[in-house]
């Protein structure tokens, strides 16, 4: 499985990294977002969601109490998942999990929260502050890791 990680001193480095992933993000992919609370999750989300609509200014709320967002872009839909607040992984079926694997692009803020549900082939973006920016650290599916 490729790894690697870079530092991001800024938040144009953290779009500049999410329009890198949504280039190559293509339908049935999923990107665990892992990171503390503050580390950074939303903020790359954000960035792949206004890179792969084109919307620069698109509005990217955090689903932390929706619990899943869909933003529809030329590549298909993204599915915009905050698992913070789930109590069993089983509940993420109520929220579209088949269908954003089926043929959406996931994005899953709080992964773990899926347990034993979390796919094998997915990227893994892990994120903590560091200094005045944050460390990022990607594994997973090669095409996706190597940005």
């Given at each position: 499985m490729p790894t690697f990680s870079l530092f991001l001193?800024?938040?144009s480095a953290t779009e500049r990294l999410g329009a890198a992933l949504a280039a190559r993000l293509r339908p049935r992919d999923t990107v665990a977002l892992e990171g503390g609370l503050g580390a950074g999750k939303t903020t790359l989300a954000r960035a792949i969601l206004r890179a792969a609509t084109g919307a620069p200014d698109l509005?990217?709320?955090s689903p932390t109490f929706t619990l899943?967002?869909?933003y529809d872009t030329p590549r298909g839909a993204y599915w915009h998942f905050?698992?913070?607040r789930l109590e069993a992984p089983e509940q993420v079926f109520e929220l579209g999990w088949e269908e954003a694997r089926a043929d959406g692009i996931a994005l899953v803020e709080?992964?773990?929260r899926l347990?034993?549900?979390l796919p094998a082939d997915r990227l893994t973006v892990t994120l903590a502050a560091e200094g005045d920016g944050r460390r990022v650290h990607?594994?997973?599916e090669a095409?996706?890791?190597d940005v």
């Open positions: 001193p800024d938040e509005v990217v709320p899943v967002e869909v905050d698992l913070y709080w992964p773990g347990g034993p549900l990607l594994a997973g095409r996706l890791a």
